[in-house]
């Protein structure tokens, strides 16, 4: 079966399920209805930031400023018995060492040399030519 995008029967069909589709979402819940009940402290938060901005607890003990006896106890725990958080903590200090040897290899790099020998040839052995006097010095730099 072919579809006809132009025909009046295929577009009224659309604007009746736009319509249906439309109407379903402003459908209300029912008229008894009534929201649950939420007790949630409306300060928790607030005091938590006014914490943070005053700087009373670090960020590295930032569950200290809710005064959980319980929940110290808990991250002390894992803080203690979590291996695994610090093989992670030391593959990091690996891959900034790794980082840094790498990174090096981009660093400007100066090389010197310097150098001096006195020579002397045989007086044995003459050799033709036009050479300096003997003994001389070679200078390297």
């Known amino acids: 079966m072919k579809i006809n ?23 209300t819940v029912g008229p008894e209805y009534e929201p649950p009940d939420t007790d949630l402290p409306d300060v928790w938060h607030t005091q938590a930031a006014k914490d943070l901005e005053n700087r009373k ?7 200290t400023i809710f005064n959980d006896s ?15 958080l ?5 593959n990091i200090n690996a891959a900034a060492a790794r980082f840094g040897v790498v990174h090096a ?3 400007p790099e100066i090389f010197m040399d310097g150098g001096y020998r ?22 390297d730099s």
């Open 57 to 63: 607890a670090p960020m590295h003990e930032w569950w």
């Open 5 to 27: 995008i132009n025909s009046s029967e295929t577009i009224k069909i659309v604007l009746a399920a736009c319509s249906l589709l439309l109407i379903a979402g402003c459908i």
């Open 70 to 84: 319980e929940l110290s106890k808990i991250i002390s725990d894992v803080s203690s018995n979590n291996y695994s």
């Open 105 to 107: 290899a981009l660093n």
């Open 118 to 139: 006195r020579l002397r040839d045989s007086e044995r052995i003459k050799f033709k030519g036009n050479y300096a006097e003997n003994p001389y010095n070679l200078y």
């Open 86 to 90: 610090a093989i992670a903590i030391e």
